[in-house]
């Protein structure tokens, strides 16, 4: 049974900026209770392997006791089902996100119309930011500090730089 007051945002995250945390901060302020899910694929080969994603997410929300962290695998609308959430957020930076957010918030309400998805508008400040900027400009030894939570900026930065 779908538990009230539940919302997933799911994702890459590879790895979390300051725009998702953004978004993670206001959910809480929505929701009594935010799972912050990410998307292990096995087709796709990340940067940061998903077990660092969960633990820098781990990190980077320390002090937002509502949140919880996880990974999952396969469909998003059986994951839901398996933490009997009901509602998936998703953040838009741009109209750009509009199109691919549109087509899955319908593929997913089409296959489990019980699953509402639910967008906020991501804050001007952050609308630039994405995990891909992050990995170029830090993998390339540029500053990072105002896309990346201060409390994981260390650890982004160290696995950036080893990587070049
Ligand atoms: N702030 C900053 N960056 C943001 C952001 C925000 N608020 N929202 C999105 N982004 C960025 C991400 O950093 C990422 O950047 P990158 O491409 O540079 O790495 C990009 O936008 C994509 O975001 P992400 O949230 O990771 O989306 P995704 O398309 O990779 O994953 C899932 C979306 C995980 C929800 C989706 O793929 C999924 O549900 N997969 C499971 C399979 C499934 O159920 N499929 C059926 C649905 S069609």
């Known amino acids: 049974m779908i538990q009230e007051g539940v919302c997933v945002y799911p994702g890459s995250f590879d790895p979390v900026t300051n725009g998702h945390l953004d978004l993670i901060e206001r959910a ?39 949140v919880e962290i996880d990974s999952f695998q396969g469909l998003l609308v059986d ?43 991501t804050s001007p400040q952050f609308a630039y930011i994405s995990s891909s900027v992050v990995r170029e400009i830090g993998g390339f030894g540029g500053e990072i500090a105002s896309f990346v939570p201060g409390s994981i900026l260390e650890d982004i930065s160290t696995a950036l730089k080893k990587a070049r």
């Not at 998307?39 to 781990?58: I, M, S, T, Y």
């Not at 930076?93 to 998805?117: C, G, K, Y």
């Open 79 to 121: 994951y839901m089902k398996k933490v009997n959430a009901g509602i998936v957020i998703r953040g838009l930076r741009a109209v750009t996100d509009f199109e691919s957010e549109f087509l899955m918030a319908q593929v997913n309400h089409q296959i489990s119309p019980e699953i509402e998805t639910l967008f906020m508008m």
């Open 28 to 66: 809480t302020q929505v929701f009594p209770r935010v799972i912050v899910a990410v998307l292990n694929n096995p087709g796709k080969q990340g940067f940061f392997p998903v077990e660092e994603r969960v633990r820098l997410l781990a990190k980077a929300c320390a002090h937002l006791p509502k």
